[in-house]
């Protein structure tokens, strides 16, 4: 009975290395396939040889980057559906006796974006409104403008220049409410 025992404990034994190999196998080709999904760009390792570590390192960094990438983009069109939404209001006539100038200042984090919507007949100096900005704080960082019917729509995107500083969305506001009345 010994004999019997200590035969079928090897094979067994043998069977366990053999599993182990192949898992080991199977992960070494994962991660070979999941870091060929990485860009060569993207690397910020300055070794020649990365291990399967620093490949998988590198591969949360990615991720990191793409779901950073993709709440920027969300955020973006978020805005622009807002913006379309107030154009197709005024389109539509529904501010019909709105009396324009109109102002709308948006704030999230440390982005500022202002909309301002004015007639042709009635102009103020863009350059004051961006001056604005800048005394509280703000880098323009792009401004648009499209003339819809006898309206001028204005889109102004802004971040702080200091991040522990911020804005005061309220503030940037007022001021630009008494600049165009």
Not at 101 to 109: D, G, K, L, T, Y
Not at 129 to 143: N, T, W
């Amino acid at each position: 009975m010994k004999s019997s025992r200590n035969g079928g404990g090897g094979c067994a034994k043998v069977e366990r290395k053999t599993v182990e190999k192949n898992r080991r196998i199977h992960m070494k080709s994962l991660c070979l396939k999941l870091s060929s999904l990485i860009p060569k760009d993207h690397y910020t390792s300055s070794k020649d040889v990365l291990t399967q570590q620093d490949f998988l390192e590198e591969a949360a960094s990615y991720i990191k980057k793409l779901k950073e990438r993709i709440e920027k983009l969300k955020q973006k069109r978020e805005l622009g559906a807002s913006i379309r939404g107030i154009s197709n209001d005024i389109s539509s006539g529904m501010m019909i006796g709105t009396k324009l100038p109109m102002i709308e200042v948006r704030h999230q984090e440390t982005n500022l974006e202002v909309v301002l919507i004015s007639s042709t007949d009635k102009r103020f100096m863009f350059h004051e409104v961006i001056a604005v900005l800048e005394e509280e704080g703000a880098e323009v960082v792009s401004a648009s403008f499209s003339v819809v019917g006898d309206k001028i729509f204005h889109t102004i995107h802004s971040q702080a220049l200091s991040s522990r500083i911020g804005l005061e969305a309220s503030r940037v506001s007022e001021r630009l409410k008494e600049l165009v009345r």
